[in-house]
């Protein structure tokens, strides 16, 4: 399973959110699992996939990094 990590401001989140929603609904693809974690003003979006391409994929249009 592929793991992407994404980080973002908190003034961004829910703006961030909504895009990543919208990704996903555009490939029809259900998040494995998704978890939230803050570090000051930042927000660090871990999101687990399925699918190792998929991930990939959602990885370069977030501009996210793998997780370990």
Known sequence: ????QVTVG?????DMLGAMRAW???????L???ETAT??????I???FDDDALGD??????GGSAAC
Do not use: G, H, S
């Open 39 to 44: 570090e000051a003003d930042t927000i660090i």
């Open 57 to 62: 994929a959602f990885r370069e249009e977030f």
């Open 24 to 30: 996903l609904d555009r490939n029809n693809r259900p």
């Open 1 to 4: 399973m592929r793991v992407v």
């Open 32 to 34: 494995v699992r998704f």
């Open 10 to 14: 908190r003034a961004a989140f829910a």
């Open 46 to 48: 871990n999101v687990q």
